[in-house]
């Protein structure tokens, strides 16, 4: 069975020097050597990774953060040059790495117009977004460009989690130790719940009534969504929201979801159930998580080998048009 991996992570040099004072990378500590040389890889190293674990292809995005913090004019270019060195891998193994764009984030025009080169000039499928950008939601009518240029262009955004802002990591997290609630605040929690609400907002601030036919990525089996929706459809009607559909038809149909460093059968079902198998996509979140533990995760899941699949390959071939 082929496997494509939808978020996978590399980063430059430069956005890591440029966003050197991140929470995140700050934390990573000992273990953060080996995850930050498998990040820098972009050849044999990674493709070795790859063949141990049996993964054929490997989506690759920017890690956070990436340019979403950064003023326009230093960002800008930096998202220029890492496109352009992320469509250089891809062009040396075609048959082993696609692309996902970085944006400048700062300015959603020039965000729109890095999108389009990305996709028309570079051959890049889409972009990813780390966390709320300039400290806001995409719903923000700021955002309009970037929503609609990928709307126009046909190509999807993966929102990714990011540290949450200081106000929310006091409020939310503070309190216990450091380690605790930096843990708390990221991967072991408030990352989730960040994209969870992301995606609400977006769905709830009209965007789609706005773009019908945008298609958005939240990855870690939807972010802690599909356990909540029926509670969220059932209590924010449309008799208030005003908008055209349901909540819960807005996540159906204008949302993939992707199974990243999430490797539980309870979570997979809950999912399936909600969103049916044509929106599952498969991914690792390397080099963060492990290929291997992924791969298996997903052979041993007990779904019908159809759904596998569409899971495991068969959905990202017909969204990032492989
Ligand atoms: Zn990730």
Redesign the pocket.
């Known amino acids: 069975m082929r496997f494509i991996g939808i ?1 996978e ?1 590399y980063r430059t040099a430069a956005i890591a020097e440029a966003t050197a004072s991140d929470p995140y990378m700050k934390a990573l500590g000992a273990r953060g050597r080996e995850v930050l040389s498998r990040l820098e890889d972009l050849g044999s190293r990674r493709l070795a990774d790859m063949d141990a674990a049996g993964i054929d292809v490997q989506v690759l995005s920017h ?1 956070l953060p990436a340019t979403e913090q950064l003023d326009a004019a230093t960002a800008i270019p930096l998202a220029r040059d890492a496109n352009d060195m992320l469509a250089g891998a891809v062009e040396r193994h075609p048959e082993r790495f696609v692309g996902l764009a970085t944006l400048p984030m700062s300015r959603a025009d020039a965000a729109a117009e890095e999108l389009e080169r990305s996709v028309t000039t570079l051959g890049l499928r889409g972009a990813l977004i780390n966390g709320l950008p300039q400290g806001r939601f995409m719903d923000h009518p700021s955002f309009s460009p970037v929503l609609e240029r990928a709307e126009h262009l046909g190509v999807p955004l993966y929102l ?1 989690p990011a540290v949450p802002p200081a106000s929310v990591r006091e409020a939310y997290y503070g309190g216990l130790s450091p380690e605790v609630s930096h843990q708390l605040a990221t991967a072991g929690w408030g990352w989730h719940m960040e994209v969870g609400l992301h995606a609400l907002r977006l769905i709830l601030g009209g965007v789609f009534d706005r773009f019908p036919r945008l298609q958005i990525i939240i ?1 870690h089996m939807g972010e802690g969504v599909p356990s909540m929706i029926w509670r969220t459809n059932a209590k924010v009607t449309q008799r208030t929201t005003k908008l055209d559909r349901p909540v819960q038809d807005y996540f159906v149909q204008n949302f993939y979801v992707t199974t ?2 999430f490797f539980s059968s309870t979570a997979l079902l809950s999912l399936l159930l909600t969103l049916g198998a044509d929106r599952v996509l498969f991914a690792v ?1 390397y080099p ?1 998580n492990k290929s291997e533990d992924a791969r298996a995760f997903l052979e041993a899941a007990p779904i019908a080998q159809a759904d596998r699949e569409k899971i495991a390959h068969g959905n990202a071939e017909r969204l990032l048009r492989l």
């Open positions: 978020e992570h890690t990714h990855g990243s460093g979140d963060y």
